[in-house]
């Protein structure tokens, strides 16, 4: 059973950065996808992104974060990490990682994902 823990959210000014990192242990981390959602005040929790474990890795993101946002693994680390820059005040919410298997259809779908973390609180404000 994989055990996730989020960690390096905090406060940060608009246009800062932040990196969250999703820690595992407990299983075979490497053989997971690993998404990100977040659940931002007033709205249902959404899909961030997530790096696709299927043979390789492949990354796919909510296009509201692409080309600010990156997500990394180091496997030897047990760890997946959200870089998250150019960061606006729209971006506050709690952030979660999860593991599954989700099929490519349903990356989006956080019922695809069987394991969550407990969260991690970003704030962007001035």
């Known amino acids: 059973q994989v055990r996730l823990v989020e960690s390096g959210g905090g406060l940060v000014q608009p246009g800062g950065s932040l990196r969250l990192s999703c820690t595992a242990s407990?299983?075979?981390?490497?053989?997971?996808?690993v998404g990100w959602f977040r659940h931002r005040p007033g709205r249902e929790r959404e899909f961030v992104g997530v790096?696709?474990?299927?043979?390789?890795?492949?990354?796919y993101y909510a296009d509201s974060v692409k080309g600010r946002f990156t997500i990394s693994r180091d496997n030897a680390q047990n760890t997946v990490y959200l870089q998250m820059n150019r960061l606006n005040p729209e971006d506050t919410g709690l952030y979660y990682c999860a593991a599954g298997r989700p099929i490519l259809s349903a990356i989006r779908d956080e019922n695809g994902y069987r394991v969550w973390g407990q969260g991690t609180q970003v704030t962007v404000s001035s």
């Open positions: 407990g299983d075979t981390f490497s053989q997971y996808s």
């Open positions: 790096v696709r474990k299927s043979g390789g890795n492949t990354y």
